[in-house]
């Protein structure tokens, strides 16, 4: 990045940016030349400048969606350095950077749940719900993170926002999150199986009991043996 241009992002002021546009008209323009790059909004969103961040969103939006070197948008810098107001303004001004891949296929979705938070979760969810669905390079949805990582609340805020997908269409919901096996072949209830986890299993057995009965799946059945006499 311009060295001029990162001390102003650094220093988070509007009037400092603008007054370096004035200067350099295309310097924005430069810093969106390569397809990987530390933007701007990059540096503004690990470091929590919201009202720069937000003029840089009106100024270049392309910034938004363009990975760093490290395979990271602005969206993911936000929720890996804790700064989770400045997470919420952008998916108020795009809430499609909900489902924005990095590396390895992980949205920003994917890092609220390996990280564990619960009310930016939420958030996300609401804005954009249909990013329950997606799934990173290994075919690893939201759920499957979850239990991977022991996140229990969040677990039941995804199970929250299955039941309401699952009322408006059944079918696409199974297909695409509760049935969706990762590269391995294991459902998020597999997973949760094989790490004896009890709380997990349970809170998935609402969809995955009566089907793991008649599919032949035995440990799920077997643990679900053992979680009755508990």
Known sequence: MNPRLLWVTQSGSVDALHS???NEPCILQNADVLQFTHTPLHEASSTGKIDLAMELMILMPSFAHKLNTDGFSPLHLAVQNHQLELALELIKF???LVRTRGIGGMT?????VQKGDVDLLTEFLLVCPESIRDANVKGETALHITVMNDRYEELKVLRGWLQRLRKADAS????HVLNRCDRQGNTALHLAAYKNNHQACSCLSLYFYPRCLSGGSVIIANLFKRLSRN
């Open 20 to 22: 370096l546009i004035q």
């Open 94 to 96: 795009d809430p499609s």
């Open 108 to 112: 920003p979705l994917h890092l609220v």
């Open 172 to 175: 696409s919901t199974e297909s």
